[in-house]
């Protein structure tokens, strides 16, 4: 990310030189018509350089606002995922003055909904990984919590 960056300053910088090189340099003529063909070259050679760095940072610019656009709608989706979930979970929960069970079955609702977005998390880890164990390790730990919860409720 930065070396294109890098390559496209150094490459906009270097037309602007190439473009004003001739004129720096002292090679247009003193007398008579300044635009001589190896001036007129440099000028237009520079300035395409410069232009296509500069279509290039442009760019550039423009993909990373994008992905940044796109990381915002993905925290804006898990908020409102966890909103729901909070919602949900809200609404089950007991009267007051209700017993001690339901108030274990609510407390152990919430701790199923902390460690699903646990494996949830965990998915996302590994699913960044292109080989196929990471999505194997998912899955195992997804099983394993699943049983996890099926033991606690079985016991109570």
Same mark, same amino acid.
């Given at each position: 990310?930065?070396?294109?960056?890098?390559?496209?300053?150094?490459?906009?910088?270097?037309?602007?030189?190439?473009?004003?090189?001739?004129?720096?340099?002292?090679?247009?003529?003193?007398?008579?018509?300044?635009?001589?063909?190896?001036?007129?070259?440099?000028?237009?050679?520079?300035?395409?350089?410069?232009?296509?760095?500069?279509?290039?940072?442009?760019?550039?610019?423009?993909?990373?606002?994008?992905?940044?656009?796109?990381?915002? #709608?993905? +925290?804006?989706?898990? /908020?409102?995922?966890?909103? $729901?979930?909070?919602?949900?979970?809200? !609404? =089950?929960? %007991?009267?007051?003055?209700?017993?001690?069970?339901?108030?274990?079955?609510?407390?152990? #609702?919430? +701790?199923?909904?902390? /460690?699903?977005?646990?494996? $949830?998390?965990?998915?996302?880890?590994? !699913? =960044?990984? %292109?080989?196929?164990?990471?999505?194997?390790?998912?899955?195992?730990?997804?099983?394993?919590?699943?049983?996890?919860?099926?033991?606690?409720?079985?016991?109570?």
């Amino acid at each position: 990310m930065r070396t294109g960056v890098l390559a496209s300053v150094i490459l906009f910088l270097a037309g602007i030189w190439i473009a004003i090189m001739p004129e720096v340099a002292g090679f247009h003529p003193a007398s008579g018509n300044p635009w001589t063909t190896p001036s007129l070259v440099a000028a237009v050679l520079g300035g395409g350089i410069a232009i296509a760095a500069l279509i290039g940072l442009v760019g550039f610019f423009g993909q990373l606002l994008r992905q940044h656009e796109e990381m915002l #709608r993905q +925290a804006a989706k898990a /908020r409102e995922a966890e909103d $729901e979930a909070r919602k949900r979970a809200q !609404s =089950t929960e %007991p009267p007051a003055g209700g017993g001690d069970g339901v108030r274990a079955l609510s407390d152990s #609702r919430e +701790a199923s909904l902390r /460690r699903l977005s646990r494996v $949830e998390r965990a998915q996302e880890r590994t !699913s =960044t990984r %292109p080989d196929d164990d990471a999505h194997e390790l998912a899955l195992k730990e997804l099983a394993e919590t699943i049983l996890k919860d099926l033991q606690k409720s079985q016991a109570h």
